[in-house]
């Protein structure tokens, strides 16, 4: 893990590329460059940093989501489709709009919702981003969006919802993690806030209401963490 120091931008800077007044962090080994870059700004290295920043515990990481979706913004292609697909070597998911009141998987930090799940009709997942993403959530949609296997399984589940179900109804340390300030994979069988005895959850019933960020901001998201991280491509 590379060792961190918080930068500040000048006023000037901030304001021709409209980006908040925080610290931001960069790898003491690229500190230098960027001062040296004459105002040239490498926005897609800034998302990235931020990512992995905004993974530890607390609840800072929402002060880092203006910056984070303004840096996703200038990185991403300009473009207004309401699907994008985005893919690695052995991964594969669509961008889109879901239903919030249907079968869920989700990623969730304390009491907010990120991202959610639901099954294309291949069994592969569509998934609709609603706030930045930090690193640990970004490997947990890489991780349950594996192309399937020749045998067409997934992990030794028949597809990828099958092995999203597993996996959120058995992760361990949900609770721990919400409690933490960390993102944590969430099933809701009966919808976005209906807990399995029929109980509601305030909170995320009314997140029902939520509109995702535009697909190519999520795609960039996504991509920028798999292009940029070591082991992106392992």
């Not at 020749?150 to 959120?168: F, H, I, K, S, T």
């Not at 409690?179 to 995320?204: A, C, H, P, T």
């Amino acid at each position: 893990m590379p060792r961190f120091v918080e930068l500040k931008l000048k006023a000037d800077v901030l304001q021709q590329h409209q980006l908040p007044d925080i610290s931001y962090p960069v790898p003491l080994s690229e500190l230098f460059g960027i001062l040296g870059a004459g105002g040239d700004l490498p926005f897609a290295y800034m998302l990235y940093w931020l990512q992995e920043h905004s993974a530890g515990g607390g609840s800072a990481w929402r002060t880092l989501e203006p910056a984070m979706h303004r840096l996703a913004e200038f990185t991403a292609p300009k473009d207004a489709h309401a699907t994008a697909t985005v893919r690695g070597e052995d991964w594969f998911m669509e961008l889109r709009p879901v239903d919030l009141e249907g079968p869920l998987v989700t990623i969730q930090r304390q009491d907010h919702l990120l991202a959610a799940l639901q099954p294309r009709t291949d069994g592969t997942l569509a998934c609709s981003v609603y706030r930045p993403l930090d690193a640990k959530s970004i490997r947990y949609l890489i991780g349950l969006s594996h192309v399937p296997g020749p045998d067409g399984n997934v992990c030794m589940r028949p597809n990828n919802w099958e092995y999203a179900l597993d996996q959120a109804a058995h992760v361990f340390g949900a609770s721990y993690a919400a409690e933490r300030g960390k993102s944590y994979l969430s099933l809701w069988e009966q919808g976005l806030g209906v807990v399995n005895d029929g109980s509601i959850e305030q909170d995320f019933m009314d997140q029902r209401q939520l509109s995702p960020v535009a697909p190519n901001i999520a795609a960039t998201q996504l991509g920028v963490y798999y292009e940029l991280h070591p082991d992106g491509h392992s």
